[in-house]
């Protein structure tokens, strides 16, 4: 029957998956990230009818008080692609990372992150 077969290549499949190194599901696991984040670049996070994507964090309107500024907040973080400016190495700003960055660092919420974490010289942000 052909659902039972496809159903034991489903499971041929998962099985191969799982014999594939850590380095390589790591890799496959940042690669699709990377695409999402890239389908999310153009979106606006401040913009009261956008739909906050799976993977985002709300944004804590409190914590963002000490920026001086008339424009509007976002609403929630969603993972940046940032092309570094020293390597150009993509990667990843991860929507936690971000708040944390705003909220907790108090960043300047015109600030975003511009090199890698190897640049950077640090693995925590
Ligand atoms: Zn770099």
């Keep these: 029957m052909p659902g039972i077969c496809s159903i ?12 594939t190194s850590k380095t390589t599901k790591e890799r496959r696991r940042k690669e699709s990230r990377l695409l999402r984040a890239a389908q999310y670049s153009d979106l606006d996070t401040t913009d009261p009818d956008v739909e906050p994507p799976p993977g985002s964090v709300l944004a804590d309107h409190a914590a963002l008080s000490h920026n001086n500024t008339h424009s509007r907040f976002p609403r929630f973080y969603v993972d940046q692609v940032v092309i570094c400016r020293n390597c150009g190495t993509e990667e990843i700003w991860p929507a936690d990372r971000q708040k944390w960055w705003y909220e907790v660092a108090k960043g ?8 890698c974490r190897k640049c950077r010289g640090k693995d925590e942000t």
């Design 8 to 19: 034991d290549t489903f499971g041929i499949s998962i099985l191969k998956g799982e014999m």
């Design 108 to 115: 300047n919420i015109n600030t975003t992150a511009i090199l």
